[in-house]
């Protein structure tokens, strides 16, 4: 009896402890807001959002690391004006996790979709979890952005998701002191392009004109993509660009199989490529963020990637022209026209709670906007809402960047790899393109793989 | 948060003293709180998702329309689905075989030699390191640079020291799967090394010394004695490693995503469900690796039942 009666205390005893463990992992009270008695200076433009004192709005992302810090700045105003809690979690699992997620029935109130297509997958598999844009969000695209950009965010006529951040594709990364040593001058047509990549190789033999990267983990592929959707654009023009998009002409279409020889002409060449990572198929093996590089050690003159690849510079890399990197707008055929390809991520609501709605219509707005580009101070962010500031930008290049997305004659299409069905899109068009270059597959075995696997 | 610790109290509570008091309690309600909570849990957490699972292959993408074996079909007919099957045989076949010969080889070399703690723990090291942990660092061994350019990898730094060509490991296939599985063997071979020798140390001295003075030594012995007498254990390293290679998803997706032809079967059902997002198919080639984890399951418990009894 005397051992049974310890062995129960023990029993109780340990309960004891590991409920004890148990509460110790519940978050603290967060008593930092009672300080405040009076609205704070400086909200008056967030008077309309209301008091949203102890609410909690989550968000869910793919933006993490170094762009993460800068967006849960963006929102500090807001947490400090409306008093809502803004809870943040970045994932690079983001996009396999979101559904997984909304399937579990424990979707975060806000998720920032990076694609459209992505957005339509959940509108056409999950029409009960996502939540369609509240009036005030509406009526902020309708004045801010232009009626394509809210054209991605609506799924059979109904408009759920603003967009947020904006990237502009077709850039050419290149060095400027390079360039004016040799004496040689930004291409302005593509022809200009090819010609100075020649004047390259036979001017300096040890070099090449051109580096690529398109490893990206489970992603691998995607900058190939937006290579050949750049040479669609001005090769067959915007009517079959839409077209292919929609898959109303197959993938293997004679013009598309043509934009991607086009590209082969310059990825797969070995006289322009892969500078300072050796023959074409390195591009396969070398992460995007290093792709580009080489031109830091004068092992390469061009690398196309998109305004964000401005983060991918190490610290102390001058981006300015006359810097040590800058980059120039790939050129269009014509030497006329002057298609942009963008890109940019779109805020999904998953609740109708009026903080989430207030949060949702902040950050369609133009006050969300410019805080946004006051907070990045290392630049690397644009927006193609109009209300943005432009002198609100860090740096010279995101003036250039969102000059060139606010331009009336640029002709703007999105990224087709993100509005293609998933299956593509996520899927084959990244494989195949990585196939393209590792195991040297011909343009129309690609673009044939890529239509046998249309959904 | 405060009722989950309620409940779990009161749980605990109840079945610590329902089992705690004296005697009169019959044996099957003992049975019942002790086995009870694991049978309702395995239940719950184990064979509904798997019935779920084959459930769940018979349907389409999203679970919405009856599609019968189509997913299983798409899984071994399609060519790059076939690529994947064709990895993972050679994952299983290669990596238990490879793993264990290393292992058993070691453990007879270093058994009762001097150096014999400092050599195991070497092999046995490698066991600490998690699968992604080890990919990162072979990722770093086969990174790969021009000949002409100053080296970042291990391995093409030898190359050319011995003045080759550097090359690019992970890339072309099917070769490129040989250096993915170098990597697991790297894992393994501690497993297979430290089972192996506690049962050789376990193989009696008078069968040993009657060996001996038969004339047996040096291969003789290691052929005629060791392995015979080790086999109910070699048997289970071997097995239980191809299991663990069945499952082999993280070194792939760490160092090649599954790209340029090295994706295997648990690697390409993620991608699968969770990437494309295509649930039937994810659920179909799960399927199939359960069906092909099986016999080994079986032989393997069956082994391990045959080892316990000699004992």
Known sequence: MQINTRRRYAAIAGGLGLALALAA???????????ETTAAEGCEDYAAYGDLAGTEVTVYTSIVEQEQTDQEDSYVEFERCTGADIKYEGSREFEAQLL????????????????????????????????????????????????????????????????LGANMKSFVWYSPAMFADAGYEVPETWDDMIALSDQIVADSPDTKPWCAGIESGDATGWPATDWIEDVVLRSAGPDVYDQWVAHEIPFNDPQIVEAIGVVG???????????????????????????????????????????????????????????????????????????????????????????????????????????????????????????LDVEN????????????????????????????????GAGTFWTEMTNWFALDKSDIEVADAIEASWP | MLVVIVLFIVVMGAILFLVD??????????????????????????????????????????????????NYARAFTESQFQIVLRNTAVWVLLVPILATVIGLVYAVLVDRTRFEKIAKTLVF?????????????????????????????????????LGMDSRQFLLNQPVNTLFLIVVMVWIQTGFAMTVLSASIKAIPDDIIEAARLDGLSGIGMFRHITVPSIRPALVVVLTT?????????????????????????????????????????????????????????????????MVEEIR
């Open chain 1, 25 to 35: 992992c519940q978050p603290a009270d967060d008593t930092a807001g009672d300080g």
């Open chain 1, 100 to 163: 997984v997620r909304i399937e579990a029935g424990n979707a975060p109130d806000i998720a920032y979709l990076p694609q459209p297509g992505l957005l339509k997958t959940i509108v056409a598999d999950y029409p009960d979890a996502i939540v369609p844009a509240p009036e005030g969000t509406a009526a902020n695209v309708d004045s801010f952005f232009s009626e394509s950009w809210k054209g991605y965010g609506t799924v059979d006529g109904t408009f759920y998701a603003a967009p």
């Open chain 1, 265 to 387: 002409g310059i990825l797969k060449n070995p006289a322009y490529v892969n500078g300072g990572y050796g023959d074409f198929k390195t591009i396969a093996t070398t992460p995007w963020g290093d792709g580009g590089l080489p031109i830091l050690d004068g092992q390469c003159w061009m690398h196309r990637a998109a305004n964000f690849y401005q983060n991918s510079w190490p610290e102390g890399t001058t981006v300015a022209e006359d810097g040590d990197v800058f980059a120039f707008y790939l050129p269009s055929m014509d030497g006329e026209s002057k298609p942009v390809l963008g890109g940019g991520e779109f805020v999904a609501a998953f609740d109708d709670r009026p903080e989430v709605a207030a949060f949702q219509t902040f950050l369609s707005s133009d006050t969300w906007a410019n805080e946004k580009a006051r907070v990045t101070e290392g630049g690397g962010w644009v927006s193609a809402n109009n209300g």
């Open chain 1, 393 to 424: 930008l860090a740096t010279d290049f995101d003036k250039l960047a969102s000059t060139v997305l606010g331009d009336p004659t640029s002709v703007i299409r999105f990224d087709a790899s993100d509005l293609m069905p998933g299956a593509v």
């Open chain 2, 21 to 70: 008091r004296p005697k009169r309690v019959p044996r099957w309600v003992v049975i019942t709180g002790f086995l009870g909570p694991a049978v309702l849990a395995l239940a719950f957490g184990l064979v509904y998702p798997g019935l779920r699972t084959i459930y769940s292959s018979l349907f389409n993408r999203n679970g919405s329309e009856y599609v019968g074996f189509d």
């Open chain 2, 125 to 161: 090291l490698p066991m600490a390191i998690s699968m992604v942990g080890a990919s990162v660092i072979w990722k770093f061994v086969y990174e790969y640079r021009p000949t002409d350019r100053p080296q970042t990898g291990l391995l093409n730094q030898i190359l050319v020291w």
């Open chain 2, 241 to 305: 490693i191809a299991m663990g290679t069945m499952k082999v998803f993280d070194i792939v997706r760490t160092m090649t995503g599954g790209n340029f032809s090295t994706s295997v079967v648990a690697n390409e059902f993620y991608k699968q469900s969770f990437g494309q997002n295509d649930k039937g198919l994810g659920a179909a080639l799960a399927v199939v690796l359960f069906v092909l984890v099986i016999p080994l399951v079986v032989y393997n418990i069956r082994q391990m039942r």
